[in-house]
């Protein structure tokens, strides 16, 4: 990563938006306008937000694919001005190697740090074991199911211990059973290591369930709406979650918010 130095203790967050935004070229207006927010170190946060608000923006700035046009984003208290390699990225889509079986492509990114071939060889036999695809370790992408090239996403990104995950609608495309499984997987993958996570998601009940707080965007151009805390109590269990009363509360917020967005958006049913 590229980096602008700061004081050694000029953050808590581990990223932080500061007054971001973000005109693509030859577009008319910003995507995302004068953003501002954290995300706290060791936090599982959400972003939601109607479709083209700037979500996957914000992801893309975090990673340093996307450089500001005004404004600053600063990661463990330094601003990103090159690409972040310290962030993993699991996006919508698998974008596993099809000429790569699932050992090889878990075993991708310690690969190219160069960890050496026995102790990549534990990591990776660990990784398998921890999203279950033992068995399937000489399977190549086009023999997995969806949830399966999730999963194995999953280990990819997270087998190097990066400091910070970002996801990007990751669940989106599967059925909701497989969806539930992976949820309630990630969470307990999650709350076993405590690291940093950001989950874009348009999924209310997905963004509860997960999270320590909802970053809710309003669009034309993209903006923090509000940032909602969500005070339910680790571990959770997804199915269960739902049926509690303040699960409902929170949705009825959260839905109430969003509405007001898709209509300011003219997207209302
Ligand atoms: N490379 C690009 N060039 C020009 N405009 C872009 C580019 N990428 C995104 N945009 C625009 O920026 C805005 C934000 O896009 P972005 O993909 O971040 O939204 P999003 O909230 O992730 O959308 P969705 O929920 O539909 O995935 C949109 O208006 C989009 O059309």
């Known amino acids: ?10 953050s808590e967050d581990a990223l932080r938006f500061e007054n971001v935004t973000l005109e693509f070229f030859g577009s008319h207006r910003p995507a995302i306008q004068d953003v501002s927010f954290a995300v706290p170190r060791g936090k599982f946060v959400a972003v939601i937000g109607p479709s083209g608000c700037g979500k ?57 740090r160069d960890v050496p071939k026995d102790e990549r060889a ?22 997995l199911s969806g949830g399966m090239q999730k999963r194995c996403a999953i280990a ?52 509860i369930s997960l999270a320590d707080e909802v970053v809710v965007m309003s669009k034309g151009p993209g903006t923090v709406r509000t940032v909602l805390p969500i005070p339910i109590e680790r571990p959770r269990d997804v199915v269960s979650l739902v049926d509690r009363p303040d699960f409902s509360e929170l949705y009825r917020e959260l839905w109430d918010l969003f509405k007001t967005e898709l209509e300011t958006a003219g997207e209302a049913a």
Request: without cysteine; glycine residues 8%; hydrophobic residues 45%.
């Open 156 to 207: 990819r990104a997270l087998i190097y211990d990066p400091s910070i995950v970002l996801m990007d609608e990751p669940f989106g495309p599967l059925d909701a059973i497989t969806r539930l499984k992976l949820q309630q997987d990630l969470l307990n993958l999650w709350e076993g290591q405590r690291g940093t996570l950001v989950f874009v998601t348009h999924d209310l009940t997905e963004a």
């Open 122 to 143: 534990d990591r990776i036999a660990h990784w398998v074991r921890v999203v279950g695809l033992t068995g399937f370790e000489d399977h190549y992408p086009r023999e």
């Open 1 to 10: 990563m590229s980096i602008v130095q700061e004081p050694a203790d000029a």
């Open 56 to 112: 996957s923006t914000l992801l893309n700035l975090a990673t340093g694919l996307l450089q500001p046009t005004r404004g600053e984003v600063h990661f463990n208290g330094q601003r990103i001005t090159g690409v972040n390699s310290e962030a993993a990225y699991v996006t919508q889509a698998a974008h596993l190697l099809p000429w790569l079986s699932v050992r090889a492509n878990i075993g991708l990114a310690l690969k190219f």
